[in-house]
């Protein structure tokens, strides 16, 4: 359905510096000075998909307006993945298909512990309007699952929606747009910052990063920062590469941490936090086999020594 943002809220108008790019036919990217942040918008002819939704209720509902300037066709909504900062201002979109990695209990437990944990850091940091915008957030959670790949028909146009596994999160997804040749990589990639591995799995990103490259887009949109091309999302998933690598090296003993901090393509910071996600990721090695109690010993059997005489027989004597 199409929902009406202008008549619910409107006086919410997007921040001055908010802008679109033009990145293809019929697809934008919306860059948000909050965070650094990227949201998408690919339009069919029957329908579009929104491309994550902000960080709160306020922030969706200028994006919502910000689209409506686009399009008036119905929307669909894409998460790319469970941190806040890409679903929390869905309730500006009213009733609607949201596709995600995960299901909605899953989304709803770690948003609430996310909200908490974002109002109290903007209380310390002295952003109390802030802190009450993410506090009365309502949280809207995904009601159409992504597992594997699913083919969205956009009307005249198709998208794909994909699930990556284990990379920067669990519940990561990339929406390709093979006609006009876009990836929108969400928070895999980030252009301008460096990545981050907080609760991220850093041997398995590179990897899933080379594999979502294998078509070669012509446009890259990362999560964060301005889009690009193959080359830069290719160099950086060397980068990522060669995190893994010395973490691995770090955890046999080829590396110490020290080199490791001082030789990260990212900088001293990230590579910190994923040689510690590293860590909290290696099962704790098997526990020492345990020794038999000793058990009470048998007396051994008794040695019988012979006594041997020494004597010759006489054969002469009959």
């Known amino acids: 359905m199409t929902f009406d943002v202008f008549a619910l809220r409107p006086h919410i108008i997007a921040r001055m510096s908010d802008r679109w790019i033009d990145v293809a036919p019929r697809v934008w990217v919306r860059r948000l000075e909050e965070l ?10 029957d329908c579009c998909l ?17 689209i409506r300037e686009k399009t008036d066709l119905p929307w669909q909504v894409a ?90 999160s669990d519940t990561d997804m990339v929406i390709e747009v093979p006609d006009a040749g876009v990836l929108f990589a969400g928070d895999l ?27 070669k887009p012509s446009v890259v949109v990362p999560g964060h920062g301005d889009p690009a091309d193959y080359w830069w999302a290719r160099a950086q998933a060397r980068d990522l590469a060669e995190v893994a690598r010395m973490c691995g090296e770090v955890a046999q003993g080829f590396l110490t941490e020290e080199e490791a901090l001082a030789h990260s393509p990212f900088g001293e910071a990230p590579m910190r936090a994923a040689l510690d996600r590293c860590k909290a990721l290696t099962p704790p090695p098997p526990p020492e086999p345990a020794v038999p109690a000793a058990q009470p010993q048998t007396p051994p059997p008794p040695v019988i020594v012979y006594d041997v ?9 009959r």
Do not use: M
């Open 36 to 45: 650094d942040q990227t949201l998408g918008l690919v339009i069919g002819d």
């Open 50 to 66: 929104v491309i994550d939704t902000g960080i709160n209720a306020e922030a969706g509902f200028a994006y919502a307006t910000a």
């Open 79 to 168: 998460y790319t993945h469970d941190h806040f900062d890409h679903w929390f201002g869905t309730s500006a979109f009213g009733e609607s298909a949201i596709w995600a990695v995960g299901d909605g209990a899953h989304y709803l437990r770690v948003g609430d512990e996310a909200r908490k944990i974002r109002a109290a850091s903007y209380r310390r940091e002295g952003r109390e309007e802030e802190a009450r915008r993410i506090a009365r957030t309502k949280l809207v959670p995904p009601n159409c699952r992504v597992s594997g790949a699913i083919g969205l028909n956009l009307g005249g146009r198709t998208v794909v929606l994909r699930q990556v596994g284990l990379a920067h």
């Open 189 to 215: 990639l980030e252009n301008g910052a460096p990545p981050s591995y907080d609760g991220a799995f850093p041997y398995e990103w590179p990897q899933a990063v080379e594999y979502l490259l294998s078509w």
């Open 309 to 317: 005489f020494d004597y010759s027989v006489d054969l002469t004597q």
